[in-house]
């Protein structure tokens, strides 16, 4: 037997819930070589779709049984579905199994794995977020390539009662992550194999706090979700349908609403679980719109897009 | 001599103003053959270096000089601007030509051209509204392809007391277009040599009255770019420079910050002539996002995304 110290792996691996995102870990992780066998839960159908395109080498429509035998578990659902079939599974984990997720937002998800998990729930529970596309959906989506080159962030659990992570190499307790850094302290074994996997699929892996993750992430991804979405609202209002008036656009236009096209389950979760962040930036955008329309055409409108401009070029593709 | 009867020419041509627009308008104007001598008007930096380009056959620093011996007058400068040179071009106009222009709003426009050319404004003036893309300026940037498959707005002026074109084919009143439309009643001779010169150079040529236009486009173009430059100012507000957090996006944000690149200067003059649409606009939007807020999490919110979802289809790239 070859063993190789270089490539990690995560023997034996469920992923639950087949589609864009659960499709595309299962093929990627296939195609990188880092699992030995890999468990599909979902329905039916997809089970046998999933079997038959390779992603999956076996199958359950039961998520507590699928698990049953795994050394790592992916939840690959929307946060709220998710939270609910880590309580159902949690009992049947192997001792030693690690529980991470694919979800847009981490606080819920990380308050229901202390409840759950208690004490232990920092080294049983990795939650993660791979920042990848989600205009389409579906197991027909699915790419072994999805997560090559994205950026993953992973958010160590804070134990709730001390505000802090436990370092196992030191046997005391490290710092969590302040903001996004590259590192992260107190990562178990398991942990760390994790990390290496989602690294050998391409995946460029960072670590945060799941509250500061789900603030950041308000303004940076739910804020323009919003905006395109109450966009395509506003446009409907002033148009109704079939207006030749709304073809009448240099293509900024179609840029624009291009999110507006996301799945409204997905995002009626993300929504629900970062409430308060997604409401904080939103109001903030209020107010810019509202200083921008009382300004229309003033010396100060003209700062403000020079500023605007300016900040715009910070942001990377 | 040989003459087609299928090439329009515009003879002598004035293009004033030669950054992105009038630059890429003097290339493709002379790629399609249908101007015999092309006039540019700008500084003598650019002047000079049209004519390396090709793009011009002379210039004037002058504009109404420029404009002495031409047939057709391209306006190619930001809308208060061009309302400026109007005034300043109109006593030097030969007879028979015909202005236009490139402004992005035509309202502002046309009650200028009314005020400079009284009652033969309509048949002097013909305000356009190429809608090519915008988030590069200059010269340099100038190109021969910027309008092929573009859609080009003509908004025929109507005569402000009588709310109607005159239809000089008939000798009588012509009805203003109602929305956009393929055709306009009413055009003299120089204005439809105008439309087939702009078709010949690849554009879909539209009609609308400058009114209906300054509406529509406050919806969707101004909308659009007061969303992405507000959305830039709130992002600084919330991270400031440098700070990592503004990298953690999936690429939606990029997309949707991509207008606030667009050059503040033309903005300042945009948002200045259609202050009174653009309010409304942006007073329904902040409407929308409001409700929005309101129901995060709820079904109403997932009712308004799905909404939402469908109304983005219509519109095409």
Not at 46 to 55: D, I, K, N, P, T
Request: net charge negative; glycine share 10%; hydrophobic share 45%.
């Amino acid at each position: 037997m070859n063993v190789s110290v270089d490539r990690p792996s995560l023997k034996r691996v469920s992923v639950i819930g087949l589609g864009l995102m659960g499709g595309s870990l299962a093929l990627a992780l296939r195609r990188a070589g880092v699992a030995e066998h890999i468990v599909g839960c979902g329905r039916a159908e997809l089970l046998r779709r999933g079997q038959e395109m390779g992603a999956i080498d076996s199958g359950s429509v039961d998520a507590a049984e699928s698990v049953a035998e795994s050394d790592f578990v992916f939840l690959c659902t929307p946060v709220e579905t998710s939270i609910g079939l880590m309580a159902r599974i949690a009992p049947r984990l192997r001792p030693g199994a690690l529980v991470s997720d694919v979800g847009s937002t981490k606080s819920a998800f990380a308050k229901a794995a202390r409840e759950i998990f208690g004490a232990s729930a920092y080294e049983r529970v990795l939650p993660g977020h791979p920042l990848a596309g989600r205009e389409l959906s579906g197991l027909e989506h699915a790419s072994a390539d999805l997560y090559a080159g994205c950026t993953w962030v992973l958010t160590p659990l804070v134990a709730e009662t001390q505000g802090q992570l436990l370092d196992s190499s030191k046997g005391s307790l490290g710092e969590p992550p302040a903001g996004f850094t590259g590192e992260a302290a107190g990562l178990t074994a398991a942990q760390r194999t994790l990390r290496a996997a989602l690294e050998a699929i391409g995946a460029h892996v960072i670590f945060a706090s799941p509250e500061g993750h789900d603030h950041a992430l308000a303004y940076t991804s739910h804020l323009p979700q919003m905006l395109s979405s109450a966009l395509a609202l506003t446009l409907e209002e002033a148009f109704g349908a079939d207006n030749p008036a709304l073809q009448v656009h240099a293509g900024g236009l179609k840029s624009m609403l291009r999110l507006a096209g996301s799945d409204p389950a997905m995002w009626e979760q993300i929504a629900a679980s970062n409430r308060g962040n997604i409401a904080e930036a939103l109001e903030r955008l209020e107010a810019e719109l509202r200083k921008l329309r009382e300004s229309l055409g003033s010396a100060e409108f003209r700062k403000r897009f020079e500023q605007a401009r300016e900040y715009a070029k910070f942001v990377k593709g």
